[in-house]
């Protein structure tokens, strides 16, 4: 499964973005997909999960500006994002799992680059 990343961007603080991201690649199905972020110097960490019923969770860190949504239809997850800030600045990774063929895998998309200006 290969997932394509959209949306990244510069952007001044207070301001919003909107992530897209495709899943494709042969027969699949996904059980979540989420965005994961790196900052530069460190630890890649999670934004925000969904599960193709609808349960999300967001980190603290995003919670109230930041939401995670999904189309089961299109196999894509989008993360909006509002009332950026300066650490907010990232390169922002999708992640899917789910199984294909009977067996699960756990996919990573290239990442897109958000830069937030203060």
């Known amino acids: 499964v290969q997932l394509q990343a959209s949306g990244g961007g510069l952007v001044q603080a207070g301001g919003s973005l909107r992530l897209s991201c495709v899943a494709s690649?042969?027969?699949?199905?996904?059980?979540?997909m989420a965005w994961f972020r790196q900052a530069p110097g460190k630890q890649r960490e999670l934004v925000a999960i969904?599960?193709?019923?609808?349960?999300?969770k967001h980190a603290d860190s995003v919670k109230g500006r930041f939401t995670i949504s999904i189309d089961n239809i299109k196999n894509t997850a989008y993360l909006q994002m509002n009332s950026l800030k300066f650490e907010d600045t990232a390169v922002y990774y999708c992640?899917?799992?789910?199984?294909?063929?009977?067996?699960?895998?756990?996919?990573w998309g290239q990442g897109t680059l958000v830069t937030v200006s203060s």
């Open positions: 992640n899917v799992k789910g199984t294909s063929r009977g067996l699960p895998y756990d996919s």
């Open positions: 690649g042969g027969v699949f199905s996904i059980n979540a």
């Open positions: 969904i599960t193709t019923g609808g349960s999300t």
